[in-house]
């Protein structure tokens, strides 16, 4: 039996010594990314071994076609957001539009010192993570943090690519509203190329370097021209820097979990 009470697979059956290899060498991303995106640490390494008990016991579907970690994450997201939704975590609905009205609106700005400084102290950074609903909140750590390609996301998450596009570039934004403090005053924006909402649509792209270059143009533009927008945009950059501190982070498996992993894995 596991430390949930759940019957244990039996590995020798469903799991050939690479793929268990595989699924030890994959717990420090696993639990870092659950530690990141779930408020408490017993419910991470929950999360974690409930992941390599599904792994376990659909061993035998892996192909190898989207790779282990792909594979691992998807099983460990679908697990986390089954979890929220049974607490009923959050109103994502009222998130995203409460986001997209702050980013339509030209006067919405906010100041980027204090919202890098923030993303840049851990306790703050995480606190405001946990604030984005769940499917925000993976989207930008597996990209931001972890370095997963939004077509890796896509294949996680069991979604297109044009969605996994949109939380990435609202989640950002959440993130940047949740680490930010008030509203900058309305400045005026006679003769800036392209409307703050426009600019401020293709500023995720411009940020991963995927606009074409008349787009790319006149975002720079804007940016230069703009009084609200510049702050927005370093708010991005900052915070996705910060996030990438993550990845370093948290690498030891804590030998609670460790036990509980090896008693998983063991062929006894």
Excluded at 161 to 180: C, E
Aim: proline share 5%; charged share 30%.
């Amino acid at each position: 039996m596991t430390s949930t009470g759940r019957p244990r697979a039996s590995v020798a059956d469903v799991a050939t010594p690479d793929v268990r290899s595989g699924l030890v060498a994959e717990v420090p991303n696993l639990l870092r990314y659950a530690r990141t995106i779930v408020p408490d640490t017993q419910v991470a390494e929950d999360l974690v071994q409930d992941t390599l008990l599904r792994a376990l016991q659909r061993a035998d579907t892996f192909r190898g076609e989207a790779g282990l970690a792909t594979w691992l994450h998807r099983i460990l997201h679908n697990l986390a957001v089954d979890r929220f939704r049974a607490d009923r975590e959050d109103a994502t609905a009222n998130v995203e539009r409460e986001v997209e009205a702050k980013w339509h609106d030209d006067s919405y700005t906010v100041d980027a010192a204090v919202v890098v400084e923030r993303a840049e102290t851990r306790d703050e950074l995480e606190d405001a993570l946990v604030r984005l609903p769940v499917i925000y909140r993976a989207t930008v750590v597996l990209h931001d943090a972890e370095g997963l390609t939004v077509a890796e996301i896509a294949e996680i998450q069991d979604i297109g690519l044009p969605a996994a596009k949109q939380r990435l570039r609202r989640g950002r934004m959440m993130l940047v509203d949740a680490l930010a403090q008030g509203r900058a005053r309305r400045d005026a924006l006679h003769g800036v190329p392209l409307r703050c909402w426009d600019a401020r649509g293709k500023v995720s792209d411009y940020l991963d370097d995927e606009l074409p270059g008349p787009d790319r143009v006149l975002v720079e533009r804007h940016l230069e021209a703009c009084p609200t927008c510049p702050p927005l945009y370093a708010g991005l950059v900052g915070v996705r820097a910060a996030m990438g501190t993550l990845r370093d982070a948290d690498g030891v498996v804590p030998a609670s979990l460790a036990d509980r992993i090896q008693e998983l894995l063991s062929d006894k």
